[in-house]
């Protein structure tokens, strides 16, 4: 049964105007938005994507406005980046059913439905400590892109939690791009020889960190160990195949539009949605001699 007044949902991912552009991240979102079309056309209703700044967003409140002209029934929205969202309060205070995939933004945590990145960023990290290595360095993405923050905090648990050194310079910052995990790796061989093994926030800076390390002559796995995080397309293309971090970002958006539902229907006591990775083992580690 069809309960909104338009059958529209809206989908609004929130970039930033500092890196207003999706990249490399386009083939993370792809899964999350068949998932979410998977349930959406079950039940009848059409979807309203768009891709917005969290700049704009608040300057014309846009998505307050959204809910009160009934263009949707209900939101999706993908803010990627720790800001303050003040429309949020307004959607609350309005009554206006969405969820929210990141919960450092949440005021309301039934209507979130999260990835777990800490976890997934301990799995990672601890694959590697678990091979041997005593040295590891990260690739991390944005300062404050909320994924990267997570990830971040994941890996610094997992080395003091291990006692494994992370030496000045072997943590280097990028955008989540392929060039920028490229510079990255320049700095981090710039300060010195590189570590046993590198972590790396996602696939696409792995891969660039990849390219820069055989640059200097040296060999992946054999002299580093690297990980990816997201098992994009590009983990099991580069060579060799990337050891990776899978979210299961179809099953975070078939789940955040049955949550969507929930509330349009009027659900109550509802709990936050938290979503589980996996480790995608493959040949770009090795274990220490």
């Known amino acids: 049964m069809i309960t909104g007044k338009s059958n529209t949902i809206g989908l609004y991912i929130l970039n930033s105007q500092h890196n207003p ?3 490399g991240e386009c083939s993370y979102f792809y899964p999350m938005l068949r998932g979410i079309l998977s349930v959406a056309e079950q039940r009848g209703y059409a979807l309203n994507f768009s891709v917005k700044t969290w700049e704009e967003i608040e300057a014309t409140n846009l998505l307050v406005q959204k809910s009160r002209d009934q263009s949707n029934d209900g939101m999706i929205i993908v803010p990627q980046y720790n800001y303050y969202y003040s429309f949020l309060q307004d959607l ?3 009554n206006f059913p969405y969820v929210l995939l990141n919960p450092s933004a949440c005021p309301n945590r039934s209507k979130n439905v999260t990835l777990d990145n800490y976890h997934g960023a301990r799995l990672a990290t601890g694959h590697l400590i678990d091979l041997g290595h005593t040295g590891i360095g990260f690739i991390n993405g944005p300062a404050n892109h909320y994924d990267a923050v997570v990830r971040e905090k994941g890996f610094v648990d997992a080395v003091m939690q291990a006692g494994v050194k992370v030496r000045e310079g072997w943590l280097q910052y990028g955008d989540f791009t392929t060039g920028s995990g490229y510079e990255a790796m320049e700095r981090m061989l ?24 055989y640059a ?6 054999d002299d580093v160990s ?10 099991a293309s580069v060579f060799p195949p990337l050891t990776t971090v899978e979210n299961p970002t179809f099953e975070l ?9 929930q509330l ?8 936050e949605i ?16």
């Not at 690297?226 to 983990?235: M, S």
Request: aromatic content about 6%.
């Open 264 to 271: 349009i229907e009027g659900q109550q006591g509802l709990e």
């Open 226 to 235: 690297v990980v990816g995080y997201d098992n994009t397309d590009i983990a």
């Open 21 to 23: 552009d999706l990249t």
């Open 216 to 221: 200097h002559g040296y060999r992946v796995p």
């Open 190 to 213: 710039q300060a010195g020889p590189p570590p046993e093994a590198i972590f790396c926030a996602n696939d696409y800076m792995a891969a660039g960190a990849i390219r820069a390390l």
């Open 253 to 261: 958006g078939r789940l955040a539009m049955e949550r969507l539902l």
């Open 92 to 94: 609350e205070r309005g």
């Open 274 to 289: 938290i979503v589980q990775p996996r480790l995608v083992v493959r040949n770009s580690c090795k274990r220490k001699d």
